[in-house]
DNA sequence: ATTTAATTTCAATAATTATTGAAAATTCAA
DNA sequence: TTGAATTTTCAATAATTATTGAAATTAAAT
């Protein structure tokens, strides 16, 4: 079996990441930047952090911020130094309940209030089996959204090792 | 309560799928043109979805052939017509364990494929905390990886009513 | 208080992604 | 086959989103 380098499974993980980043609503800079800190043994600075990917100042600060924002990172300071370090949450479990978290209230939400406000619509310039289709598509997407809702609020609050077992003895 | 017209309804439902879709990966138009299918009691033209959503015939095409390989949608013929009518899935379980299955694909397989080949990562240029710290987070993440891919395939194949009702005990 | 270091903001710009529309391809009917 | 109806493709363009970088702000040291 060949052996990989640690630059070679840096630049790996650091892109896998930051490819994973924008399909999950997140710029591609701001999950690499979450992947640098994740490998850092150390919390870094943000001139590391820029070094590390080549971006700028600006760009390494405002994605600092939003990661912040995510609950993912967290910002330091050292006695005596001036500069902030930022270090990255590095229990994977922790980051997906945070991230969850922030979905649930960022997209299944308003999801689940626009289906409630729909569910009284009423209309006879309409016909039946159009009123009768978006109350029977609406209610069905309420249904599983509310089941998805119940689910995420329990694993957000849910001890990791009582949670990860019920789901692994389904 | 104040009741909602059925336009206004359609227009929400529309506006909010067509949201969501932008932070799941697919394009706003293949969302909303989904959403337009989920409401409407029969199967429609390309050309009934160009006029409803304002949009172009080649970004309709392209848009259906994009849920049709997502497994949400399917193409229909009527006897004796020449136009192909679109149809999509209402099952919005069925509609979940589809997006799961591709998202499974197309994300979390690449991520563990990627996760396994840093695995015999081995670099005495670099410091063993770097090592270490690499080791440790990727195998964090390649362990719950696996458990996410675990339980997604049993979402994907399992039976309907079986899954909910064990997820819902939790 | 002033200087210096560090960080943030945001208008300008670049990069990416989505959409159009017309030409090419396909499909069916005559 | 030819021709009309329909669909698909894809280069050009538009719209959106991400990034830069320099000015403004903040914060600490002198």
């Given at each position: 079996m060949m052996t990989v380098n640690y630059s070679d499974a840096k630049h790996r993980f650091i892109q896998q990441w930051g490819a994973l980043g924008t399909v999950w609503g997140i710029s591609r800079t701001m999950a690499q930047i979450q992947a640098v800190l994740l490998l850092s043994p150390e919390p870094m600075t943000a001139d590391e952090i820029m070094?590390?990917?080549g971006i700028s100042r600006g760009?390494?600060?405002m994605s600092l911020k939003s990661l912040i924002e995510w609950g993912v990172a967290t910002k330091e300071y050292k006695a005596g130094e001036r500069?902030?370090?930022?270090?990255?949450?590095?229990?994977?479990?922790?980051?997906?309940?945070?991230?969850?978290?922030?979905?649930?209230?960022?997209?299944l939400e308003p999801m689940l209030h626009m289906l409630e406000s729909i569910k009284d619509?009423?209309?006879?310039?309409?016909?039946?089996?159009k009123r009768e289709?978006?109350?029977k598509v609406s209610?069905?997407?309420?249904?599983?959204?509310k089941k998805c809702d119940s689910l995420l609020k329990k694993f957000i609050s849910a001890e990791k090792n009582w949670?990860?077992?019920?789901?692994?003895?389904l």
């Open positions: 070094e590390e990917l760009n390494v600060s500069k902030e370090y930022f270090r990255a949450e590095k229990d994977i479990y922790r980051v997906a309940t945070q991230v969850a978290h922030e979905r649930r209230k960022r997209e619509m009423d209309d006879q310039e309409v016909s039946k089996s289709e978006m109350k209610s069905n997407i309420l249904d599983l959204g949670f990860l077992n019920k789901i692994m003895k």
